[in-house]
């Protein structure tokens, strides 16, 4: 028997050592070395028996790839995310927070595509008592829908080429474990493997599999960083807890854009669909209250309208606190630089608190003139137009620079009834259509917060 080798990788920058340490030498991150183990080619293996179970060759015209092959979700949300719908031979990594809602939307998947397609959900965290009671209560209940709760990843495979469903559902990868590797389940050894394995019977049965991922405590997907970049499309739930709101990102999409995100609201039915997010995110604001303004992000091909809430208060420590929620830490103690230096608006004896209502993380530079008019707005006192929407990004001289598809913002904020847009002066220039809505073209922040505030 031949023996099995250790070793140790570090799943931050991927560094191999021969020994665990607590700090990895290469990249310097702490307790990010998990064990590996090495798995010898099995006895009699060689090269033409593994090229023997490769696919037919075939030439790029012989391949079909018609979009009519996808599995349309039933949800144009998630629709949206996965660039159309779900392609037959794809591995789906769905990651987020626990209790977030990944087992739900899968379960609501189930319900909407059984019509015309079967479908094996395999559960390695709850029992088929549990995810009965969980599919009565979303309102599951097609007969098309096969249920097993196992951990062992070769038994999974198993019932894949036994059943041959239309789409598989693995909840959770961390929960799987293959007999023949010595090591806990959620290793990285062991994630990796089941992945592969998974990977493996997609491609040749051209089933399309959902993992579901979980993630550790600084938000990253567990298990080794390679498990990203072998399947086709990561998805990752955002939002708070505490917040109805889902936000689904596409962080990889090798069939579709990696900028689109789908909305959803979690309610005692399971997710619902937002299809207007601009209205539902601005739905009870405030109105005549000084810190707030709404700008227009985009999110792939999609604009949202997010208002940004700013409050300045005076500190009761030696150093002032800095707050964001919603938006970059560091890119808001900029803006704040730039508005002492270049406007002379003094925040050194003041804490500041910006947080982005609705649980959208604001990560565009267009945000960046949102929050600079929200900051002054509260410092002086001073309300912000309800039907006023602002976009722009601030440069370090006090610029405002021009920013991407202004003509799809500015559709956005007529559709919703705004009649004042703040803008980058050179995005006039640009727009091949004549607006609604009174534009206001600036050119530095100054004349920005003049011409809101006065």
């Given at each position: 028997?031949?023996?099995?080798?250790?070793?140790?990788?570090?799943?931050?920058?991927?560094?191999?050592?021969?020994?665990?340490?607590?700090k990895?030498?290469?990249?310097?991150?702490?307790?990010?070395?998990?064990?590996?183990v090495?798995?010898?080619?099995?006895?009699?293996?060689?090269?033409?028996?593994?090229?023997?179970?490769?696919?037919?060759?075939?030439?790029?015209k012989?391949?079909?790839?018609?979009?009519?092959?996808?599995?349309?979700?039933?949800m144009s949300?998630?629709?949206?995310?996965?660039?159309g719908?779900?392609?037959?031979?794809?591995?789906?990594?769905?990651?987020?927070d626990?209790?977030?809602?990944?087992?739900?939307?899968?379960?609501?998947?189930?319900?909407?595509?059984?019509?015309?397609?079967?479908?094996?959900?395999?559960?390695?965290?709850?029992?088929?008592?549990?995810?009965?009671?969980?599919?009565?209560?979303?309102?599951?209940?097609?007969?098309?829908?096969?249920l097993?709760?196992?951990?062992?990843?070769?038994s999974?495979?198993?019932?894949?080429?036994?059943?041959?469903?239309?789409?598989?559902?693995?909840d959770?990868?961390?929960?799987?474990?293959?007999?023949?590797?010595?090591?806990?389940?959620?290793?990285?050894?062991?994630?990796?493997?089941?992945?592969?394995?998974l990977?493996?019977?997609?491609?040749?049965?051209?089933?399309?599999?959902?993992?579901?991922?979980?993630?550790n405590?600084?938000?990253?997907?567990?298990?080794?960083?390679?498990?990203?970049?072998?399947?086709?499309?990561?998805?990752?739930?955002?939002g708070?807890?505490?917040?109805?709101?889902?936000?689904?990102?596409?962080?990889?999409?090798?069939?579709g854009?990696?900028?689109?995100?789908?909305?959803?609201?979690?309610?005692?039915?399971?997710?619902?669909?937002?299809k207007?997010?601009?209205?539902?995110?601005?739905?009870?604001?405030?109105?005549?209250?000084s810190?707030?303004?709404?700008?227009?992000?985009?999110?792939?091909?999609?604009?949202?309208?997010?208002?940004?809430?700013?409050?300045v208060?005076?500190?009761?420590?030696?150093a002032?606190?800095?707050t964001?929620?919603?938006?970059?830490?560091?890119?808001?103690?900029?803006?704040?630089?730039?508005?002492?230096?270049?406007?002379?608006?003094f925040?050194?004896?003041?804490?500041a608190?910006?947080?982005?209502?609705?649980?959208?993380?604001?990560?565009?530079?267009?945000?960046?003139?949102?929050?600079?008019?929200?900051?002054?707005?509260?410092?002086?006192?001073?309300?912000?137009?309800?039907?006023?929407?602002?976009?722009?990004?601030?440069g370090?001289?006090?610029?405002?620079?021009?920013?991407?598809?202004?003509?799809?913002?500015?559709?956005?904020?007529e559709?919703?009834?705004?009649?004042?847009?703040?803008?980058?002066?050179?995005?006039?220039?640009s727009?091949?259509?004549?607006?609604k809505?009174h534009?206001?073209?600036?050119?530095s922040?100054?004349?920005?917060?003049?011409?809101?505030?006065?």
């Amino acid at each position: 028997m031949a023996k099995t080798k250790t070793y140790y990788v570090c799943t931050e920058c991927g560094s191999i050592q021969p020994r665990w340490m607590g700090k990895c030498p290469e990249c310097n991150s702490w307790n990010t070395l998990e064990e590996n183990v090495e798995i010898p080619a099995a006895k009699g293996a060689s090269p033409s028996s593994a090229a023997a179970s490769v696919t037919a060759i075939r030439t790029l015209k012989e391949i079909d790839s018609s979009e009519e092959n996808r599995y349309t979700t039933g949800m144009s949300e998630l629709n949206r995310v996965l660039g159309g719908g779900i392609v037959p031979g794809s591995v789906i990594l769905l990651s987020g927070d626990p209790g977030i809602g990944k087992s739900t939307l899968l379960l609501q998947i189930c319900q909407s595509i059984s019509d015309n397609a079967s479908i094996l959900y395999i559960s390695g965290e709850e029992s088929l008592r549990q995810i009965k009671l969980r599919a009565t209560r979303l309102g599951v209940l097609t007969e098309n829908l096969h249920l097993g709760a196992t951990t062992n990843i070769e038994s999974v495979i198993e019932a894949i080429h036994q059943l041959k469903p239309n789409i598989v559902m693995i909840d959770s990868i961390q929960t799987m474990n293959h007999s023949a590797i010595n090591s806990s389940p959620g290793s990285v050894t062991q994630v990796r493997e089941c992945t592969q394995l998974l990977i493996n019977a997609a491609k040749t049965m051209e089933i399309p599999i959902f993992i579901v991922g979980h993630v550790n405590k600084d938000g990253n997907i567990a298990g080794p960083k390679v498990m990203e970049h072998m399947v086709d499309a990561v998805l990752y739930f955002e939002g708070e807890r505490n917040l109805s709101y889902r936000i689904l990102r596409a962080i990889k999409n090798r069939y579709g854009s990696t900028n689109e995100i789908g909305v959803f609201e979690m309610q005692e039915g399971g997710l619902v669909e937002v299809k207007n997010p601009s209205m539902a995110l601005l739905e009870g604001r405030p109105q005549n209250v000084s810190g707030t303004c709404v700008s227009c992000v985009m999110e792939g091909s999609r604009p949202i309208l997010a208002e940004v809430q700013a409050l300045v208060s005076k500190t009761g420590f030696s150093a002032p606190r800095r707050t964001a929620t919603g938006f970059d830490y560091n890119r808001a103690a900029l803006i704040i630089a730039v508005l002492e230096k270049r406007c002379g608006y003094f925040f050194g004896n003041l804490d500041a608190y910006i947080n982005v209502v609705g649980g959208l993380r604001l990560d565009e530079p267009a945000a960046d003139l949102a929050i600079a008019l929200s900051l002054t707005s509260n410092l002086l006192d001073r309300p912000i137009s309800d039907d006023i929407v602002v976009f722009g990004e601030i440069g370090l001289a006090g610029e405002i620079r021009a920013t991407n598809r202004a003509a799809a913002r500015i559709k956005e904020a007529e559709r919703l009834g705004f009649k004042h847009c703040l803008l980058p002066k050179q995005c006039l220039s640009s727009l091949n259509f004549e607006p609604k809505i009174h534009l206001i073209g600036v050119s530095s922040l100054t004349q920005a917060i003049q011409s809101v505030l006065g």
